[in-house]
């Protein structure tokens, strides 16, 4: 079974992001940029399913700037086959990244495709699910456990207040929570190595979609700072506000 | 336990200016030459540039000699300095001084070190140098005869308690024919090669400076491209060494900044808060009025000049940038220096490499060759000044002034200088400093800083900030220095906790921006700080 | 124009997070239905009737209708999408499952998260983690929204008068099954989901004495979560940790216990609806953020919290 693992260059978790002054935007430039860590943990549980004989060759892709192809050689170090860029400087959104991994899906025909639940960045949690929409698949979202049982997938899911089952026909989408496992370090010889492995890169023209954004940015802006609240005198003035003031217990 | 290892001709230590101008050179000679080199460098940082934090004004000459063509090839190079201007601050005054010669930036450019870095790296690459962001070199590796034979970096997945974590993955063993260390001030491996090789055996102790910069976006109409200030005097003390820097970039960014000379001897000082209390005096404030802090971070600086350079080479390796000390402090700038030292030392590897001598030589002609370049001679001149300081600001000013004017810097003589770890006095004999609550608007605490350096280390690992004797810090440094390293570490690493009388201390290393102001100014030099996982550290943007 | 708003249920009752997406839909200007798909789910249908201000309750009942499958649920919704300009439902593990697979098959852009609306097609949404607010207008015929649950005050369950009115169910896609569940009901909530937090700091001083903190989240049902200062300590594991390096929150009720307040822990808990410092230190920074302050010793004012509560 081939896996195919989108990866998605975004601003570093250690960063902390700002909006530009005229608030067209985020400020990025020479800003640290990492993959997303999600996708992190799906490239991870890609190779872990390789290593365990559960699957064979692992596809990374990325849609981006000419800069992703870092984030494809890091998926590559980790232990991916080879890398395949969607190359676009345009804003590309979660339909048309979609649209985008449906196409590289229909030349490469993976079994499984394993996405980051969500990116970091726009915080969308939105590919996966419009993937295997897409693609008439079935999605096990918010994976904290995946094992392929021939042509199905068990997937255990995490949902609120709890942990869901469910059991996926193959070929299936599924995107990775923080609990499905803890990315391996990168060792150095194997950044070396990932320098030679094989590196597509394609335009959405050729892939023949159309990426014009559905959505537009009317401005980014950082949130109002909290106003401090009142003191209460003791615990039964406490409880009396939360019950009847707001109302949360 | 068995590490991997790789084979290079060069490895570096570090993808600083004296690093990465160090591995462009060795790749240029390559190419003309028609020889291979392979070079590795190693950063510690989770990106070049990850870890760069300078003022900075600086100066082209050393980049200009090593990549002529920059301006063509995108160099972040973006603004001149245009107005330069100099003024001793009292605490509601600021009088304009005339600018000492040193502090001239005709033809300088006002630029983030970090992006020039940045540059830098991608130029280093693209010359076919392999660079490696994210791997602390952590040990120095030796062969029998005691030459160096290269670094390992530092293992990857270890637990708080030295365990071997679930994801561990051990070091590699990096082995070169030459090791060149290109750690910055107060470099760690560096340290550990004055005492194996005794580099600093007659030469003055290095003394340092602890900078510490925040970076603005502010109001268009207070924004001056190309504006230079710098001053001394207020919140200084006379007898404290110190000073400040105002730099307008582009975008309405402004670089501000203080710099504190860690001889300091009043326990009570926090250099944090000097340049907090700094951004409050009324030529100053001004300027933030309406802005936003968008950055913030500190590194020490070597200001020991001339007389502290050490022994530069040793079998199998040698020292480039302000690990050796070439930062000229009356000019406060070091990147031009850093570069050309790690250009000489290219030059010099490479012949010493390419002429058929094997792994393990010393790399003897690089000395002699700096010292016929025009850092040597920089150096040389401006060497007095900063002794001076000894004397107090007045006095030093005046004596500043007769050397560099009356003497040129050629005065038959040269001061030295004492280790800045001794000159602390015990906290009940100094006056404690009241320093102003931050207001959270032009002043700030350290931890809001911190958050804007956007620091982070993985949680579960050893600390990387060691003791020698865990009992030092209860025995010492609070009942006589009243806990000083609370105070001089500008990230809020250390922390005395407890009640009155049971207190201990506590090391939140994942604060730690990586200044190495611990390292240098622990009064018994009980702190030695290692480096922590590969990628740990600030994440400097533009700064 | 009309939206209609996806319920979320466990066929017997109605999820509270939908009066919360009910909320978001009420403050666009068209009325808004109701879709409750599940099976055997006419108690919630008949609840959902009863929601303020609703216009019709579309109720489709068959057996895999029973987990809101993602794979069963999107065809149903797309299938009635038709008579609607806004689709929206609560941003629950279920809504972000359902809706992306709904907008891509409608060939729509969604808009995840939403906390505030600015006018029918204009929507405001966090992203960074809550740092960063973006405002963005869609510019496609149907609106496909996911509605952050803190963002908008719950409307009424009651004092509507909706028509309950059958829809057809799709067939059943054969793509995925549900296989089984473990609720968390012994055991207390993840943090990242929990709807009410109590975290302690460095004030408790030591880790027997987190004991108090524990006892406390599980008289509220809450998770249990922990400042910086207290993980380094050594007072509760990593996993605790709410604040930069460690997780984002963003529950109704966070109770701050003996937190100072450093900026990374109000980084990660600033988004919570309602929050509640306890703390001696009259000056900590987290009273800068609560919106309710106790100023006193933590072991004498949390028992006694504990004591009010129980009452």
Redesign the interface.
């Known amino acids: 079974m081939k896996i195919l693992v989108a990866v998605k260059r975004a ?2 978790y ?6 530009k ?1 005229d608030g067209s935007g ?2 990025l ?4 940029m ?1 993959m997303n860590p999600f996708d992190e943990i799906a490239v991870e549980e890609a190779i872990r399913l390789q290593e365990a004989g559960k699957a064979g060759e692992i596809v990374a892709v990325s849609i981006g700037p000419a800069a992703c192809q870092e984030t494809l050689r890091t998926a590559m170090a980790m232990g991916a086959d080879r890398g395949v860029l969607v190359q676009s400087d345009d804003e590309v ?3 048309a990244v ?1 649209k985008l991994l449906k196409a590289i899906v229909d030349r490469e025909q993976p079994g499984l495709v394993i996405c980051g639940k969500q990116a ?15 693609l ?7 994976a904290c456990n995946v094992t392929p049982e021939g042509d199905t997938l ?1 997937v255990k ?13 193959l070929p ?1 989408v599924v995107t990775a929570d ?1 609990r499905l496992n ?8 194997n ?2 190595k990932a320098k030679k492995k094989p590196l597509d890169t394609f335009a959405p023209a050729d892939l023949g979609v159309d990426i014009t ?11 109002a700072a ?1 106003a ?5 005198a ?3 003035e ?2 009396a ?2 019950r009847n003031e ?1 109302k ?2 | 336990m068995e590490r991997e290892s790789m084979e290079f001709d060069v490895v570096i230590v570090g993808g600083g200016p004296s690093g990465l101008a160090c591995a462009i050179r060795l790749r240029q000679l390559a190419a003309e030459r028609g020889e291979d080199l392979s070079v590795c460098l190693i950063e510690k940082g989770s990106e070049i540039g990850a870890h760069i934090l300078s003022g900075a004004v600086m100066e082209p000459r050393a980049l200009n000699e090593l990549l002529p063509d920059w301006a063509a090839q995108g160099a972040p190079l973006n603004t001149p300095v245009t107005d330069d201007r100099f003024m001793f601050l009292t605490q509601s005054r600021a009088v304009r001084l005339p600018t000492p010669p040193q502090m001239e930036n005709h033809g300088n450019f006002i630029v983030s070190l970090g992006n020039v870095c940045r540059w830098l790296g991608t130029q280093a690459e693209s010359l076919g140098v392999d660079i490696y962001p994210g791997f602390a070199a952590a040990e120095v590796l030796f062969h029998d005869d005691g030459s160096v034979k290269g670094v390992a970096t530092g293992d990857m997945g270890r637990a708080k308690d030295g365990s071997e974590g679930p994801n561990f993955a051990p070091g590699m063993e990096l082995h070169a024919r030459q090791t060149i260390f290109a750690e910055g001030c107060r470099g760690s491996l560096t340290k550990s090669l004055f005492e194996r090789f005794k580099l600093r055996d007659g030469v003055d102790p290095q003394v340092y400076g602890i900078g510490i910069k925040e970076l603005w976006e502010v109001q268009p109409d207070r924004h001056h491209q190309g504006q230079v200030t710098h001053t001394i005097g207020w919140p200084m003390d006379t007898q404290t060494y110190g000073g400040s820097w105002e730099y307008h970039l582009e975008d309405n960014l402004v670089s501000i900044g203080f710099v504190v000379g860690l001889n300091y001897s009043n326990p009570w000082i926090s250099p944090f808060d000097e340049m907090q209390r700094f951004k409050t005096h009324p030529a100053v404030r001004e300027t933030f009025a309406g802005a936003r802090r968008v950055s913030y971070g500190a590194r020490a600086i070597s200001a020991g000049g001339f007389q502290a350079i050490p022994k530069l080479t040793f079998p199998g390796g040698l020292l480039v940038g302000d690990t050796a000390g070439f930062l000229n402090l009356p000019k406060i700038k070091g990147s031009h220096t850093a570069m050309k030292s790690g250009m000489t030392a290219a030059e010099a590897v490479f012949d010493l490499l390419t002429t058929g001598d094997k792994a393990g030589k010393e790399a003897v002609e690089y000395p002699t060759r700096l010292q016929t370049t025009w850092l040597w001679d920089e150096l040389y001149r401006v060497r007095n000044i900063k002794p001076s300081f000894h004397w107090g600001l007045w006095p030093a000013v005046a004596y500043s002034a007769l050397d560099t004017y009356l003497f040129r810097g050629k005065a038959p003589w040269t001061f030295h200088h004492h280790p800045d770890h001794e000159s602390l006095k015990p906290a009940a004999e100094c006056q404690p400093i009241d320093y102003p609550k931050p207001d959270g608007v032009l002043t700030f605490d350290k931890l809001s800083s911190v958050f804007l350096s956007n620091t982070n280390h993985e949680e579960d690992q050893p600390c990387h900030l060691t003791l020698r004797d865990p009992t030092v810090p209860t025995k010492l440094n609070l009942p006589v220095y009243a806990g000083p390293e609370q105070r001089f570490c500008p990230a809020g690493v250390y922390e005395y906790v407890g009640a009155v009388g049971s207190q201990e201390l506590r090391i939140n290393a994942q604060n730690c921006v990586h200044c190495k102001t611990c390292d240098i100014k622990d009064p018994s030099q009980n702190i030695n700080w290692v480096t922590p996982e590969g990628g740990g550290g600030p994440n400097y943007p533009n700064m | 124009m009309t939206a209609l708003v996806i319920a979320e249920h466990n066929n017997q009752s109605l999820n509270a997070a939908t009066l919360n997406a009910v909320a978001a839909a009420s403050q666009l200007s068209g009325g808004f239905d109701l879709l409750i798909a599940g099976h055997n789910c006419g108690a919630v249908a008949d609840a959902a009737a009863q929601v303020a201000g609703v216009g019709k309750v579309l109720v489709a009942d068959a057996p895999h209708y029973a987990h809101a499958l993602a794979e069963n649920l999107a065809p149903l919704v797309v299938s009635l999408a038709g008579n609607y300009t806004h689709l929206l439902t609560a941003s629950t593990t279920n809504g972000k499952n359902v809706m992306p697979r709904v907008a891509a098959m409608l060939d729509v852009a969604q808009l995840s998260d939403i906390i505030g609306v600015v006018s029918d097609d204009t929507f405001v949404r966090p992203i960074y983690a809550g740092n960063v607010l973006s405002t963005v207008q869609s510019t496609d015929g149907i609106k496909v929204i996911t509605v952050r649950t803190t963002g908008f005050d719950a409307v009424a369950a009651t004092g509507g008068a909706g028509t309950i009115e059958a829809v057809a169910a799709q067939a059943d896609a054969g793509l995925s099954t549900f296989v089984g569940e473990e609720l968390t009901k012994s055991s207390r909530p993840e943090l990242a989901a929990a709807d009410i937090i109590v975290s302690g700091g460095r004030g408790l001083g030591s880790a027997e004495n987190f004991a108090i903190i524990e006892k406390l989240a599980d008289l509220l049902g809450a998770a249990v979560g922990a400042s910086r200062a207290a993980v380094d300590a050594g007072y509760v594991p990593n996993d605790y940790q709410v604040g930069q390096t460690g997780k984002c929150v963003a529950p109704t009720l966070y109770i701050a216990v003996g937190i100072s307040g450093a900026i990374q822990h109000l980084a990660g808990m600033k988004d919570s609806k309602v929050i509640v410092a306890i703390n001696k230190d009259e000056e900590a920074p987290i009273f800068q953020v609560a919106d309710y302050g106790l100023v006193g010793d933590l072991f004498k004012e949390v028992p006694a919290l504990c004591e009010a509560l129980a009452k």
């Open positions: 601003i570093d250690n960063v902390k992001a700002r909006p002054a985020v400020e430039a020479n800003v640290k990492s959104q979660p339909l979609a970091i960045d726009d915080d969308s949690n939105q590919t996966g699910q419009m993937l295997a929409g897409l008439g698949w079935a999605q096990g979202t918010f068990a899911r995490e949902v609120d207040g709890g942990l869901q089952s469910i059991t996926l026909k299936a923080l803890e990315p391996r370090y990168v060792k150095l010889p950044i070396m954004p559905r959505l537009k940015t009317v401005k980014v802006a950082e949130p909290r401090g609240g009142v003191k209460v003791d615990v039964q406490l409880v506000k939360l707001a949360v217990i």
